[in-house]
């Protein structure tokens, strides 16, 4: 039911509507926010009530002047980014948390909508780059600090640090200006800097570099090469996703070692060949 008092916490959680009166008799009367008892005639003309989406609750007009703001849950779970009524206290709330990165990727419904592919594909990017920096710091070229230092000038400290996490100010430039977004061209240079690299650097292909067990490919299979790069999750041989599939996600050294011993491995995915 919704708070009988107002207790402003985040959440992702879509709040049932109810009818109105259903609503008066789960809050007692009173109004969600400040629980100053609603007047009889507002219970009837609906003139001095109004509803709160965020909190999922009927509000009076000093808690609720009418101030409109995305909802976090229908964007999770409705790609949603209309404006709908909140009192002033949430209002206040969601602008606090807009730029703070508190929603996860895997809170994030998938859809077909057109305006969700631009996530979808700066997700993929951020993947990337976590890996990128990964067979970077393994290697013993030294390129690794320099590149690390250009990431985090160039990214917000949550995509320089990791990819999981998102924000609402993020999602809703990616709903908007998708690959237009600044954010998302400077993700698209990094990868192609620090991609450059490593298929140019002796070390970094000495250590991190990977070879298809199953095609044989003479071509390097990088970590960073998703969503084409497979490895064994038991013993980290290294594939070519579509090589992997077409043997029945079967791991052919797991099946018959003696005859892979040399398998190199990696953590990245299949380069067309």
């Not at 070692?257 to 491995?265: D, E, G």
């Amino acid at each position: 039911p919704p708070p009988f008092a107002l207790r402003m916490e985040w959440t992702l959680e879509l709040k049932p509507r109810y009818t109105k009166l259903q609503h008066v008799t789960l809050q007692r009367g009173l109004c969600g926010v400040c629980q100053a008892k609603l007047s009889t005639s507002s219970l009837f003309s609906g003139s001095n009530l109004k509803f709160c989406h965020y909190l999922g609750a009927l509000c009076c007009t000093q808690c609720h002047r009418g101030e409109t703001r995305i909802i976090p849950a229908r964007v999770c779970e409705k790609w949603d980014f209309e404006e709908r009524g909140v009192c002033s206290m949430a209002a206040s709330f969601l602008d606090a948390q807009n730029a703070q990165p508190i929603i996860p990727i895997t809170r994030i419904r998938q859809s077909k909508l057109s305006s969700q592919a631009p996530l979808k594909q700066m997700h993929e990017l951020r993947m990337k780059l976590g890996r990128l920096k990964e067979a970077l710091q393994s290697t013993e070229c030294g390129f690794f600090d320099t590149f690390d230092a250009i990431v985090s000038s160039q990214l917000p400290e949550h995509m320089s640090r990791g990819y999981e996490n998102y924000s609402m100010e993020d999602l809703a430039k990616l709903c908007t200006v998708g690959k237009h977004w600044a954010t998302f061209g400077k993700l698209e240079r990094l990868m192609r800097i620090g991609t450059d690299h490593v298929e140019a650097c002796t070390s970094c292909q000495k250590t991190s570099a990977g070879y298809c067990g199953i095609c044989a490919s003479s071509r390097p299979v990088f970590a960073f090469d998703f969503p084409t790069f497979q490895a064994c999750s038991k013993c980290r041989a290294v594939y070519h996703q579509a090589c992997f599939k077409h043997a029945g996600f079967d791991c052919p050294k797991c099946l018959n070692p003696s005859k892979h011993v040399n398998l190199k491995t990696s953590i990245s995915k299949p380069m067309p060949r």
